[in-house]
């Protein structure tokens, strides 16, 4: 599982700068974003390890190359309406997913001889031939939770891919830590069930 690294890296300070960096680049300060950069770069690099975790030895390349390609995607989400500093990697973690799964149905339509999909391997992580299946998996079970339960799928997201803590899982969704438990132990379950037929 991916550590809950937020909860013991960021102080108070540093989160209210991230969220103060957020709000200018929001408003138009584009050297508000070349602050912020250094600030969350590191914890950008975890969610991508975490999600690279059980990949071969050159994991560490591959999440450099999942953040850059995240970090070019920011950079035209400038005009997000950034809340804080669990927002931004709330919607970070869910880039970095979306560029992992449309890299392995890029893969697997390439080893089924389908669609000729290209896939610029600078910009994107190169997934191991046995995991594309994995990560299309659990991104499928992901999606047909959501559409059982929108929340519970979020939370998932949330916590497991971008790391986030119950409390900053709590903040992003605005609901209790007692319901984003309840939801992470639920889901968890159901997702388990779901990926083992």
């Known amino acids: 599982m ?5 909860e013991r890296t960021m102080d108070p300070a540093g ?6 960096l957020l709000r200018a ?3 138009g300060d584009e050297g508000a974003f070349d602050c912020l950069v250094p600030l969350v770069y590191g914890e950008l690099r975890k969610i991508a390890h975490g999600y690279m975790r059980g990949e071969r030895e050159e994991a560490t390349l591959q999440a450099t190359a999942l953040v850059n390609e995240a970090y070019l995607r920011l ?8 809340e804080d500093r669990a927002h931004f990697f709330a919607v970070s973690a869910q880039m970095m997913r979306r560029i992992l799964v449309d890299a392995a149905r ?29 990560v299309v998996a659990v991104d499928d079970a992901l999606n047909a939770l959501a559409k059982l339960d929108a929340r519970k799928a979020k939370v998932i997201e949330l916590r497991f891919f971008g790391g986030l803590s119950v409390e900053e899982t709590a903040a992003v969704l605005k609901i209790s830590p007692q319901s ?18």
């Open 2 to 6: 991916v550590l809950n690294f937020l």
């Open 180 to 197: 984003v438990m309840r939801d992470w132990r639920l889901a968890r379950s159901w997702l388990m069930r779901e990926l083992s037929r």
């Open 15 to 20: 989160t209210a700068e991230i969220t103060r």
């Open 75 to 82: 950079v035209d989400a400038g005009t997000v309406d950034w």
């Open 25 to 27: 680049w929001r408003g």
């Open 106 to 134: 890029a893969r697997l339509r390439g080893k089924r001889g389908g669609g000729q999909a290209r896939v610029n391997l600078d910009e994107v992580p190169d997934i191991s031939a046995g995991r594309s299946g994995d």
